[in-house]
C-alpha cells in the first residue's frame, strides 16, 4: 500500500514523501491519525502540485535572502554603547542591539537567526557575527563596537 505522508514520520519517512507501507499500518494507523493520505492518481497530482508551487515560493524567499546579504556584506555596521576606561563597555553588546543598529541601516534580520561568535561582548573593537537569512543562506559580517 502506497502512502502520501503529510507529517514527519520517524523511521519511515518525512513530509510529501511516497511510502510504501503494509496495509493495515497504512490504514489503522497512519490515515486515521492524519499522517498520511492514500496515494490515489489524484492526490499524487495535488502532491506533485503542492512541491512546484512550494519550490517556486522557496526560490523567490532565497533570492531575497541573498540579496538581504549581499546588502549586510557591503556595510559598515557600528554599535555605539556606553563605555568607561580602558575601552569597557557598560553592559554587553548582543544580537538584540546587533539586530536594531541593522534595523536602523534599512535591514530586517529577526535576532533569533543571529549569532555573535565572542559573546558576551565587553570591550571595544572589531567582532564577527553570523546571521542565518534562509536555510540555504548564511552571512557572516562584521561589526564594530564604537563608543557613544
Given at each position: 500500500?502506497?502512502?502520501?505522508?503529510?507529517?514527519?514520520?520517524?523511521?519511515?519517512?518525512?513530509?510529501?514523501?511516497?511510502?510504501?507501507?503494509?496495509?493495515?499500518?497504512?490504514?489503522?494507523?497512519?490515515?486515521?491519525?492524519?499522517?498520511?493520505?492514500?496515494?490515489?492518481?489524484?492526490?499524487?497530482?495535488?502532491?506533485?502540485?503542492?512541491?512546484?508551487?512550494?519550490?517556486?515560493?522557496?526560490?523567490?524567499?532565497?533570492?531575497?535572502?541573498?540579496?538581504?546579504?549581499?546588502?549586510?556584506?557591503?556595510?559598515?555596521?557600528?554599535?555605539?554603547?556606553?563605555?568607561?576606561?580602558?575601552?569597557?563597555?557598560?553592559?554587553?553588546?548582543?544580537?538584540?542591539?546587533?539586530?536594531?543598529?541593522?534595523?536602523?541601516?534599512?535591514?530586517?534580520?529577526?535576532?533569533?537567526?543571529?549569532?555573535?561568535?565572542?559573546?558576551?561582548?565587553?570591550?571595544?573593537?572589531?567582532?564577527?557575527?553570523?546571521?542565518?537569512?534562509h536555510k540555504e543562506v548564511v552571512?557572516e559580517f562584521e561589526f564594530e563596537v564604537?563608543?557613544?
Amino acid at each position: 500500500m502506497e502512502i502520501i505522508l503529510l507529517q514527519d514520520v520517524t523511521n519511515l519517512g518525512s513530509k510529501d514523501d511516497v511510502v510504501t507501507v503494509k496495509p493495515g499500518y497504512g490504514r489503522n494507523f497512519l490515515i486515521p491519525t492524519g499522517k498520511g493520505l492514500l496515494a490515489t492518481e489524484s492526490n499524487r497530482k495535488v502532491l506533485a502540485e503542492n512541491l512546484k508551487q512550494r519550490a517556486f515560493k522557496e526560490q523567490k524567499l532565497k533570492e531575497e535572502a541573498n540579496k538581504i546579504a549581499a546588502k549586510i556584506n557591503g556595510m559598515s555596521i557600528k554599535v555605539a554603547t556606553k563605555a568607561g576606561e580602558n575601552g569597557k563597555i557598560f553592559g554587553s553588546v548582543n544580537t538584540v542591539m546587533l539586530a536594531d543598529v541593522l534595523k536602523g541601516l534599512g535591514v530586517e534580520v529577526d535576532r533569533k537567526n543571529m549569532k555573535i561568535k565572542e559573546e558576551p561582548i565587553k570591550q571595544l573593537g572589531k567582532y564577527n557575527a553570523t546571521a542565518k537569512l534562509h536555510k540555504e543562506v548564511v552571512v557572516e559580517f562584521e561589526f564594530e563596537v564604537t563608543e557613544e
